[in-house]
């Protein structure tokens, strides 16, 4: 590699060859004041977050190893976008290297050599140092030019940043000044490098006859391919010694304005993400933060009341627009775009939390209609499916944040009258519907057999029922099928009949925190009261509560959803199958039991036990599309001018040729699937049937009068 | 300026009832309780004006009731407001409106309220009658079924709307002191968080009885009243049929019921 005629020590690059002081000097100032710049903008930034409500963290080791794990493979990234996730490693990685090569000269340069005299950049060192920066250059630029690719042909639906929460006569309707920003960073960066390879290449024109630099040229093979054309434009030695000079200072000047700028603008997300993906909690939706009973208010109303890892989220965002196009609301006209509300909270902590003083109160709030404040009914439109925050490549939890502004809004009373007929059914009567409490167990009544009362009776398995299952006509049928699938196979099972109230799982998601606790603490009374080993419900979201947020409140319970359970029965050679169902189906995944508890499997499992031929739709299992019911959404009537999730959910599964089902697991899904397969005209293709209804017709326990639908039993209004 | 709001605990049927032995109410087995609804709009309309007018307003809560008519008081107080009323003894049992009217009246004297805000009607038993009659006790004006109100605190008179049959609506000016009895749709309810009741658990509510106002037990309970209850009945009805299914289906048991009815199955 090396000449042995030439010193190894003499093979490396001069640096500030041929400067005067003056211009060092110069330099130095800049560069110091650059990181003066840098380091001033990093404290803002973390005061403005520390200006947040505390929070303590708690296994901090596994959450940095996780982090790493995804940054090292990039994987939240990739995910249903792989080539911005590969070109996004390009960058990342080149970028990096790049970062760490010119630390590298800096600690000989500055640090080692003067203080030590050590010296290690030169020779073969050198000259593999060379080739990999100049080769990371490479990565960097094709990162970046496919990023502006995108940008400007692909023209993705997700990088269009006008928003949804907004009329478009609004000020901040489109938000036109991010996408200047983006395209200033791409350029910048281009800028960076390609000044760098001319650099380069001026200064091997220069040198040409200084045979310690122009021998070793081809370990930047960029460069000199540069100074090649260069020098076949005519540029003379002399003539590219000079260029160099306007060239270094240029390219030094840009990379110390982006260093100087970082912290106030989107490169800043290299430190955000880090640090967004290192606060994960492993269960943002699943289970909600608690707060504290005693405290004057509960929920967020000001920007200040979120805590410092919330507004360090905010400014974790790359507005990649995943979320937004993942968001059932969004996708369906609502006035949501969690990409848009995370940006809003964005605005509104830099316009007030970057200054000296924090503003009054009145500045501060969070929820509002004014520009930078969030909307009440954005904050309504969401359905806590967990789209976004599965999907957020920088580890945003957006539900908790939602969850907590609506936390304000009810203690403010402020909420669709709908939400307030079902609120104030709960607290009369222990159930949404507005059921009387005496009628939780009247389903019972077609079975022909009666269901252990498990607070008089001790039972292996007590069946915690739902509001859904107790009392909506639809899916009566399906808790019916389920007891009899029990009660065939043999197992021990209880119900508490009237004890039972609902779970809380959307009273919790709706905001009105008081009223969960009052459920979890009575639920968790009544169940203390009864014996069992093992808690089973048909319905996914009371599934999610008891498993996971119960045991906040003391209730700590080995709790497990039906399909899990028919599962292991059915592996188990419990359940005895009559037939075999042989159909082709679609699945549809439950937010509660797929995304919130990631039990993709059983269901499916199920079904192919059972027969049952498992087509899936475009966005299944984690993509898995809310039915829309979620969050208390299902108390509000969706309008009917809109098209709403569970119609777009029900168009895309009847793209599926023959198929002949549509199979929910959860009782809110159906009755919002029973509606769309109606509207989207596809009743006489699709039935939507439950995994449980599946079973128990390869069991054959329908009885006769099961079979009968309720539509054609009279109903007596009134007896004479 | 104090504005008195009194509310009545009603009493919500369940879907199947039966009357108590005597036939004059209905089993208290089959009996919820709440809020009435108008009073739900009473109290609304004078938080807002509280809000909109700040701390020259004040706005109490009251009630006519044994205890447990405690609980409607703590869902004003959950919203807002922060002391309550409640008037009961025994002997205020089977007071018919113009008896309870004589006890607000009382409690408004007390109190040196400005105005009162009563619903228009109670979900029960439907009278109509407490609001206006508290106006006449204290010989104050009075606008009944009022759907908007505006008030400059301090002023003499206040500005209310009225609805009147086909949509029609009454802008009226009414001397102050004065009773409204409030309508619904005036305004939206807010909703009492589960937390916010709690709270109000907190704030005081003062127990009274007719004495502490004096009022003698002849004054008040069945003694008092000048009306009461003979009895409940039901009146007998028609059946009713609510044919569904599909329009096959439909049809077949219209066509069933028709024949029926002809007597010629
Ligand atoms: S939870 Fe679902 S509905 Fe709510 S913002 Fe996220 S994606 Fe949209
Ligand atoms: S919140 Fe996350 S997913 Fe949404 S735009 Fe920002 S970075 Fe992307």
Redesign the interface.
Known sequence: MINPAHDPQAITRILFQDFPLWMMVVFYISAVAAMAMFVYGCYIQVRKYWRGQPISLKQMQQRIGLMLRDIVSHRTLRRRDTSAGIMHAAIFFCFATLFVGTATITLEYDILKPIAGWTFWYGDFYLWFSLLMDLAGVGVGVGLVYMMYRRKWLALPKLDYHRPDRQTAEPDYDRSWYRLEDWLFLWNLIIIIVTGYVLEASRLVWLQTDHLVWDYRWWSPIGTSVALLMHDFGLSAQGAGELRYYLWWFHGLIAFLFIALLPFTKAKHMFTAIASLSLRNAQPTARLPLTD?DAET?GVRSITDFNWKQLLHTDACTKCGRCHEACPANASGFPLSPRDMVLTLRELSNNTLQGRKIPMVDDLKAVGDGVNQIRSETLWSCRTCSACVEICPVGIEHVPMIVEMRRAL??????D?A??TA??NV??KGNSIGE?KRKRAAWTKKLDFTIKDARKEAVDLLWFVGDYASFDPRYQKVAQSFARILQASGINFGILYEAEMTAGNDVRRVG????F??LAETNIAKLAACEFERIVTTDPHSFNTLKNEYPDFGGNYDVIHATQLVEQMLTDGMIPLIRQANRKVTYHDSCHLGRLNKEYEAPRQVLKKIGVEVVEMPRNQDNSFCCGAGGGRIWTPDPLDMDKPAELRMQEAAQIEAIDAFVVNCPKCMNMFEDAVKSTGNDDKLEVIEVIELIASCMQLESSESNE?D??T??????? | MKILVPVKQVAVLDEDFELRDDGKDVDVDFLDYELNEWDDFAWEAALQLQEQHGDVIEIVPMTVGPEEASDSLLKCLGKGGERAIRVWHESLQDSDPAVIARVIAKVAQREQADMVFAGTLASDHGYSQTGVSVAAELNWAKAAVVSKVNISPNASCIQVNRELEGGLEESIEVQCPAVLTIQLGINEPRYASLRGIKQAKAKPIEVLSHTDLGLQDSDVGIAGSRSRVRRMVMPAKGQAELIEGSVVEQAARLADIVKQLRGGV
């Not at chain 1, 009810?410 to 909420?415: A, C, F, S, T």
């Not at chain 1, 009105?512 to 009223?515: D, I, M, S, T």
């Not at chain 1, 009279?714 to 004479?720: C, F, L, R």
């Open positions: 009973p509960i009810v203690e403010d009373g402020e909420m009258a939400v307030q609120l104030q607290q009369k009387n009105e925190e008081g009223l606790e009052h639908t539509t054609t009279p109903t007596e209004i009134s007896e004479g």
